[in-house]
C-alpha cells in the first residue's frame, strides 16, 4: 500500500487516470452500433454542413444547437461520421475527469482530485448510467458544468488575492451557456451556480462584490447564448424558428411528458434507492457530519446540496428517466465525494506517510466498488463478437438501389441511425418517428412527401405505424414492400403512384 500511495502521489497519475478512462470508456463504446439519436443529431449536422438544410427549419428535433455543431463537425472527417463523433466525445469525457483532477487538486488536495476524477471516470461508464452511450447530449453538458465550476473555483481564488472577480465569472456564465446550448435542463446546474455565488456573497456581506459577481455571471451567459446562437442566425435561422425548435417544442403535446408530479418524484426516489445511487451516500452523510461539528464547513455543505437539489430536478425534468439523464447529476456528486474523501483523509490521518496508506486503501476500495463490470463485459463482447448492424445493411441498400436526387423517409420505429447510412436526405421537417404527436406533424409531413415524393420508406417492426392511421393509409396507397431483413422494413414507391403535384 505504501508504493501505491507513493504511485497516486506522483505527478503523473493524473495523466494516467485519465487516459485509463479513455481507453476503458473507448472498449465500452467505440464498437457500439450507431443508435436512433445519432442518426437524427448526424442527418441534421450532415445536411446543415454539407446540403445547406438549416436546423429548426429544414430538419426539426427538439434540441438546443450544440450538439449539430459537434456532428456538423463530424460529418466533415472521412467515413459516415459516427466514429468520428464518438472520438470528439471521448475527448471532451477525457478534459471532464481532467477538469476534477485540476480543480480538486489545487483547491483542496492531491488525493480529492484523484479521487473525485476515478468517482467520476467509473461512474460516467456505469450500464445504470448508459455509460456505452458516450455521445450524448449529457457528456457535453457534465464538461461545460464542470468548465463552470473550475471557473469560479479560479474566481474565487482571485477574489481572496485581488477582490477582482469579474473574468472568470464571465468565462462561468458563458460555460454554463454552452451546457445549456447541448441540453436545455442544464438551466438547473446555471441556477446552483447562481445561488453559490449568491450563498457565498451573502455569507462575506461584501455586497457590491456579489452584485458585480451576479452581474459578471449573468453577462457571460448572455455572451454564451449569443456565441452558441450567431452560426444559427448567420446560417439563416430566424430566431423564431430557434424559439420554436430548440424550446417551446418542449412543452408541445407528444413531446412534453403527460406523468404526474408525484409520479416522477416517486420514480426519482426508487433510482436513489437502486445500488449504484447509494454508494454516493456515505459521501453525502460525511459531509452532513462535518457540517454539524464544525461551523466552517456549513456553508460549503450547503452549497453542494442546493447543486444536488437542482440537479436532481434537472435529471427527473423529462420524466422518462433514461440511463443517460442522470448524468447530469455526476459533477455535483463526484466533485462531492472528491471532496469529502480528501477531507476525511486529511482530518483523521495526521502524518503525510500514514495518508498516503490510507489515500491508497480508499482508492483501492472506489475502485472495486465503482467499477463498471457489466458494461466493460459488454463492450468487450461487442468487440470480440459484434454481428453486423442491421442499420447499417439497410442504409447501404437503400443507397445501391436509389440514386442521389431520391428522397428516403423515416416513418416508424427508433431506426434514425439507418438515414445517414443512406446518404440521402429526407422530404422535410418530419423526418423521424418521434415528431409525428406533435400538433401539425400529419399537415407537414404529407405535404412535404407531396412535394418530395420519397422513393423508400422505412419502418421497424415495434413502429408507431399502427398508432397513425393516416400514415398507415398513405403507405398502403403509393408504397409496396421492397425489403425485410432484422426487424426493418423497407417499403418501395409504387409505379405510377406518386402523389399529385409531384
Keep these: ?299 460549503l455543505a450547503v452549497i453542494f446540496l442546493i447543486w444536488l437539489a437542482f440537479d436532481f430536478v434537472g435529471v427527473n425534468g423529462s420524466g422518462r428517466y433514461f440511463g443517460h439523464h442522470f448524468k447530469q447529476i455526476l459533477p455535483s456528486l463526484c466533485i462531492l465525494a472528491g471532496f469529502a474523501s480528501g477531507e476525511f483523509i486529511r482530518r483523521q490521518f495526521a502524518d503525510e506517510a500514514a495518508r498516503r496508506h490510507a489515500f491508497a486503501v480508499v482508492f483501492v476500495l472506489m475502485a472495486a466498488l465503482f467499477f463498471p463490470a457489466n458494461a466493460l463485459l459488454n463492450g468487450i463482447g461487442h468487440l470480440a463478437f459484434g454481428e453486423t448492424d442491421p442499420a447499417l445493411e439497410t442504409g447501404l441498400w437503400v443507397r445501391e438501389h436509389s440514386s442521389e436526387g431520391d428522397y428516403v423517409q423515416l416513418a416508424g420505429g427508433p431506426i434514425a441511425q439507418v438515414l445517414p447510412y443512406t446518404g440521402r436526405r429526407a422530404p422535410g421537417r418530419y423526418f423521424h418517428h418521434s415528431l409525428f404527436p406533435l400538433p401539425d406533424a400529419r399537415d407537414g409531413f404529407l405535404r412535404d412527401v407531396e412535394i418530395h415524393p420519397p422513393r423508400y420508406v422505412l419502418f421497424q417492426d415495434e413502429s408507431d405505424l399502427e398508432t397513425y392511421p393516416w400514415l398507415q393509409e398513405w403507405v398502403r396507397q403509393h408504397y409496396r414492400p421492397a425489403r425485410e431483413k432484422a426487424g426493418i422494413r423497407v417499403y418501395e414507391r409504387s409505379a405510377g403512384t406518386a402523389p399529385p403535384g409531384s
Design 1 to 299: 500500500m505504501k508504493l501505491l500511495g507513493s504511485m497516486l502521489m506522483s505527478r503523473w497519475m493524473p495523466a494516467v487516470l485519465v487516459l485509463t478512462f479513455v481507453a476503458l470508456l473507448a472498449v465500452i463504446s467505440i464498437a457500439l452500433p450507431a443508435n436512433n439519436d445519432e442518426g437524427v443529431w448526424l442527418y441534421i449536422g450532415k445536411m446543415w454542413a454539407q446540403e445547406g438544410l438549416l436546423p429548426y427549419v429544414d430538419a426539426l428535433e427538439n434540441k438546443t444547437p450544440g450538439i449539430y455543431y459537434v456532428y456538423a463537425l463530424a460529418s466533415l472527417f472521412p467515413g459516415t461520421g459516427y466514429f468520428a463523433g464518438r472520438v470528439i466525445a471521448l475527448t471532451v469525457s477525457a478534459a471532464s475527469a481532467l477538469l476534477v483532477v485540476r480543480g480538486l487538486s489545487r483547491y483542496h488536495s492531491r488525493s480529492a482530485g484523484v479521487l473525485g476524477a476515478m468517482c467520476f471516470s467509473l461512474a460516467f461508464c456505469w450500464q445504470y448510467m448508459q455509460g456505452a452511450l458516450v455521445n450524448v447530449t449529457e457528456t457535453y453538458l457534465v464538461f461545460f458544468v464542470f468548465l463552470s465550476w473550475y471557473c469560479l473555483l479560479r474566481a474565487w481564488e482571485r477574489y481572496r488575492q485581488t477582490g477582482s472577480v469579474v473574468p472568470w465569472l464571465i468565462c462561468a456564465g458563458m460555460a454554463m451557456a454552452a451546457a445549456v446550448n447541448f441540453k436545455q435542463v442544464a438551466l438547473t446546474s446555471w441556477a446552483a451556480m447562481g445561488a453559490a455565488l449568491l450563498l457565498y456573497g451573502a455569507a462575506r456581506k461584501d455586497w457590491l462584490a456579489l452584485f458585480f459577481a451576479l452581474f459578471a455571471y449573468g453577462a457571460g451567459t448572455f455572451l454564451g447564448f449569443a456565441v452558441f446562437t450567431l452560426p444559427l442566425l448567420l446560417s439563416g435561422v430566424s430566431l423564431e424558428a430557434y424559439w420554436e425548435g430548440a424550446w417551446l417544442i418542449l412543452v408541445q403535446p407528444g413531446t412534453a411528458t403527460d406523468a404526474s408530479l408525484t409520479h416522477r418524484l416517486y420514480l426519482a426516489l426508487v433510482k436513489w434507492t437502486l445500488p449504484e445511487m447509494r454508494l454516493f451516500l456515505p459521501f453525502i452523510l460525511y459531509l452532513l457530519y462535518l457540517s454539524v461539528r464544525e461551523r466552517e464547513t456549513r456553508l
